[in-house]
Each structure stands twice: as structure tokens, then as C-alpha cells.
Nanobody, 122 residues
Framework: QVQLVESGGDLVQPGGSLRLSCAASGSIFSHNVMGWYRQAPGKQREWVAAITSGGHTNYADSVKGRFTITRDNAKGTMYLQMDSLKPEDTAVYYC????????????????WGQGTQVTVSS
């Protein structure tokens, strides 16, 4: 069993950067595909980015060119480097293992963690 722990969220100005981390507590995760998700107030949880164990990546259109997902299989950790942040990036960010297509944010393999809050505001 894997307990996911997200960290790194903060308050940042538009155009700023943050790096989020996703780590396993009490176990390790070794799923072929891992992803980042986010949920803003009043909105559905949405998929943000995904990465395979081999390093192949996919991104939601809203973050392409601004976010970079990486994965350290040895450490069992995953990261999301967020650059050129916009107010619309404000959300609670979560990590998980997609079940099927990563873009389906409602289908994941692991229990959701608490997430980490990212607030982009002047």
C-alpha cells in the first residue's frame, strides 16, 4: 500500500516558479505511469501531466511549455517544475497513478493524498 505525500506548494506572484514533490510514505510506488492532477475551487479535478517509468511525458494543453514533470524511480519520487505561473494555475495539486488514460482524472489507482496548495496572485 502506498501513501502519497505532496509538498512544495506556496503563494507565488504571476510569472513565478515553484517545484512540487510527490513522495511515497510507508511504501514505494513503482507504477509505469504517474501523474499530477489539480483541483481549483468550484471546478472538477483535472489532469495536469503524466510520466512513464521510461521518461516519456504528456501535458495538458493548459500547462504545455510551462510545466515539466520528472520522476526519480530509485527514490520513488516525482516532481513538477512549474514556471511562468498564472493565476489560473491556482489549485490544490495532487499526484497519483492513472488508471487507463491519464487525462481521465476520475480514474486513478491509489488513494488521494492531502495535496499541496499553489496560489498564484499579485
Amino acid at each position: 500500500q502506498v501513501q502519497l505525500v505532496e509538498s512544495g506548494g506556496d503563494l507565488v506572484q504571476p510569472g513565478g516558479s515553484l517545484r512540487l514533490s510527490c513522495a511515497a510514505s510507508g511504501s514505494i510506488f513503482s507504477h509505469n505511469v504517474m501523474g499530477w492532477y489539480r483541483q481549483a475551487p468550484g471546478k472538477q479535478r483535472e489532469w495536469v501531466a503524466a510520466i512513464t517509468s521510461g521518461g516519456h511525458t504528456n501535458y495538458a494543453d493548459s500547462v504545455k511549455g510551462r510545466f515539466t514533470i520528472t520522476r526519480d524511480n530509485a527514490k520513488g519520487t516525482m516532481y513538477l517544475q512549474m514556471d511562468s505561473l498564472k493565476p489560473e494555475d491556482t489549485a490544490v495539486y495532487y499526484c497519483n497513478a492513472p488508471q487507463g488514460r491519464a487525462s481521465n482524472a476520475g480514474s486513478v489507482l491509489l488513494n488521494w493524498g492531502q495535496g499541496t496548495q499553489v496560489t498564484v496572485s499579485s
